[in-house]
């Protein structure tokens, strides 16, 4: 039976533990010197030796012959131990065994005396599964353990383990391997089995781990299925990973704020069967290690990237301000919570690259700030924002500023918000008001019902007026009830105290029979009137 390379290669004693020196050396002194403790708390992410070192812990403290605190390797307790013929030694999974019950089993068996060893050792792996109950129960041993017991308890979530429990052990925290660490011991193996695998392969996989070496032995084992000749080309189409080229692209369509191409490279990699969970946390990836290298954190290892990407990148945040990367980031972390939770993913990632590629759709504070980047950027390099036509803007909006804009034409109707008197004629250009909509925005947090009524409004400023208008037929009543909320809003994003004029229609702004005007239009087209 093929026997899985990380079961193959798994250490054996402690100098064979990679990455976690400040661990394997503390254990192997206590054995040494004879000081070891009753409990221990191995904890920290998958992968990187917690229940490795549990059982070389057990073999070593039981071992016939250790030689400077590490198991021998070859008395018939540590080969016992390994093949799992030895009772005194047991391990129990607490995902699955965690009712007070077992723990009582357990408890009571602990009072015997090992058969063939000095200690009876427990290794508690998924300590955190463990019911309340039966944490009560061990803890009651715990406090009073036998001298010939010795419990280690592993965990990956150490922040739901008791702290009763926490304090009556050696904790011991377990770091992510490093990726250099990872390269060298995949190439070691290598060398040793009948496969080859090229230093870029080992990197990529390395990478794909995440500081996990049971991951990485995991993809190795995958990659050698699909090829003897193990090359990054090999690695990417095993692990179903397309290089991370796509991720630049993606960037470069957000920053260009070329929604329709995000939108692309979204169908192209969802018709590949692109897990997007997966590629959310890719691009949340990406942008982190963008954050690292603009604030200076340029460190290979901590990006854990080949020396082509860290070009790349530091290519990439060159231009950035820290803001933009913030905002990207922010979306990115929002979208990644509620992936989880929704039925239509792609929906939700669709709505993401929306909102990263047009920040004026996302009414967010980090949105705001990275769209005063750039215009500072523009502003800086001498290019200046053409106007731009609100994309919303119906018909009688547009037509309404083209009159504004044409001083020989009629001017139409306004009024003031706190006046029913005609306004002089307007002396300066009207131009939209660009932050509008985020005004409607933060009016709707305190007023939703005005904000119901502002939704599908138009501002222009002229001067020390605002012009605002709206279709819906109740408009001014409202803004006259809510002038005091509107200036206080206004003036925190613009910074100045408008006069607000309402374009309304006919039957809003006079008291006049609605038989009026169509008698004033019969007169100018000469049509003779007779008025009893």
Known sequence: ???????????????????????????????????????????????????????????????????????????????????????????????????VDNIRELR???????????????????????????????????????????????????????????????????????????????????????????????????????????????????????????TADVVASAAGVAGREYLFEFHQAIMEQDTARAMTLLDELYSKSKDLERLCEELIHFYRNLMMVKVGSADQQMLSVSDEELHQFQQEAEPLKLSQIIHCLTVLQDTMDRLGRVSNKRLELEICFVKLSSPKYDYQLDSINRRLD??????????????????????????????????????PVEQSATSTKTEPKLKQRPEPLECWNEIVQEIGESSGMLFGILRGSYAMTSGDRLLIQSPNAVFKETVQSKKELMDEIIFRYTGRKYRI???????????????????????SSGIPVIEE
């Open 108 to 230: 009571d068996e602990a009072n015997f005396t090992p058969v063939s060893c000095k200690y009876r050792v427990y290794i508690i792996d998924e300590a955190h599964m463990l019911s309340i109950g039966a944490f009560n129960a061990l803890l009651k041993i715990m406090e009073e353990p036998p001298a010939h017991v010795i419990f280690i308890l592993a965990t990956t979530e150490v922040h739901k383990i008791p702290v009763t429990i926490l304090s009556r052990c050696q904790r011991f925290d377990f770091r992510r391997i490093k990726t250099d660490d990872i390269v060298q011991r995949l190439l070691k193996i290598s060398t040793q089995e009948d496969f080859s695998l090229t230093p870029d392969a080992a990197g990529m996989i390395a990478r794909l781990a995440d500081g996990g070496m049971r991951d990485a032995l995991s993809l190795l084992d995958q990659c050698v299925a699909y090829s003897s000749e193990i």
């Open 501 to 523: 004029l309402i374009k309304g229609t006919k039957t809003q702004e006079t008291e006049e029979n609605p038989l009026d005007d169509v008698l004033d239009r019969a007169r």
């Open 1 to 99: 039976m093929y026997l899985a390379l990380y079961r193959k290669w798994r250490p054996q004693n402690f100098d064979d533990v990679i990455s976690q020196p400040h661990i394997t050396t503390t254990l192997t002194n206590e054995i040494k010197h004879n000081h070891v403790a009753h409990a221990y708390l191995f904890t920290g992410s998958r992968g990187t030796g917690k229940t490795t070192c549990s059982k070389i812990l057990a073999k070593a403290v039981n071992c016939l012959h250790p030689v400077d605190g590490q198991p021998c390797l070859k008395c018939e307790i540590c080969k016992g131990i390994e093949d799992g013929s030895i009772l005194d030694v047991v391990e129990i999974d607490a995902a699955s065994n965690n009712g």
């Open 374 to 411: 750039q215009l500072e950027s523009k502003l800086k390099y001498g290019i200046a924002a053409a106007p731009v036509e609100s994309e919303k803007m119906d018909s009688s909006v547009k037509e309404e500023k083209n009159q504004l804009e044409q001083p020989t034409q009629t001017k």
